[in-house]
């Protein structure tokens, strides 16, 4: 598709089972972020992506989350042994990331619920 | 420490009013982006705002840079039912062009 494809759209799991979460960015973009946004909060920065450079993992809240990115293109987050916090909206978004284009495309959410 | 403000966090309004909201960074940056999030939904791209001065409109909403003060503004004029949803700045570090973003201002606007 000409967009960002997020899967699954929405995840219900158990408390301490894993998930992985799935992100195809537009063809052809280089970067690529992944945010946690909570219910009515603002996005919270995980990981970023860029070409072959050493991702940015700053933003992973704990050694339970993990990100992988083939080349430029799928992306799969990963959380371990799942606690309810982490109960929100996981956003993926890419970008082209050329000197004069860093638009930032986002897919639709993957909707996490614990329980 | 890299910051993207933006004030308000919340504004309610009313219909036919004009407000604006603010985004203040704390690093050089000669980029910005302002998006629209409505609940429930995935974030869209409302403006790209590329060098100092710039001024973007788009109907009722209009979007302005100045990075000299590091700042930029979105001013909605005599707003409508149809505008609310939280709207996010975001500003690209230079070095890798990475973005960061605002804590978004949710925006109601009662009719």
């Known amino acids: 598709g000409a967009g960002v494809s997020q899967s699954p759209s929405n995840k219900v799991t158990e408390k301490g089972k894993d998930v992985e979460l799935r992100c195809d960015p537009i063809?052809?973009?280089?970067?690529l972020y992944w945010y946690r946004q909570r219910l009515g909060q603002g996005l919270e920065f995980l990981i970023y992506f860029q070409g072959n450079s050493a991702p940015d993992k700053s933003g992973l809240p704990s050694d339970r989350f993990s990100a992988e990115r083939t080349g430029e293109s799928v992306s799969t987050l990963t959380i371990q042994r799942t606690q309810q916090e982490d109960s929100a909206v996981y956003l993926c978004?890419?970008?082209?990331?050329?000197?004069?284009?860093?638009?930032?495309?986002f897919g639709q959410g993957t909707r996490l619920t614990v329980v | 420490e890299l910051k993207v403000e933006q004030n308000p966090l919340f504004l309610s309004m009313q219909e036919g009013k004009n407000y604006t909201i603010y985004c203040n960074y704390s690093?050089?940056?000669?980029?910005l982006y302002w998006y629209r999030q409505d609940p429930g939904k995935s974030l869209e791209s409302l403006f790209v705002l590329l060098s100092n001065g710039a001024v973007k409109q788009e109907g009722r909403l209009m979007a302005s840079l100045d990075t000299k003060a590091r700042l930029s503004t979105l001013h909605i004029t005599a707003a409508v039912h149809d505008l609310s949803a939280t709207y996010f700045c975001a500003v690209v570090i230079n070095s890798n062009y990475q973005l960061i973003w605002g804590a978004g201002t949710k925006l109601i606007i009662k009719p």
């Open positions: 978004a890419s970008s082209l990331q050329a000197a004069m284009n860093t638009e930032a495309f």
């Open positions: 063809s052809g973009h280089t970067a």
């Open positions: 690093t050089t940056s000669d980029r």
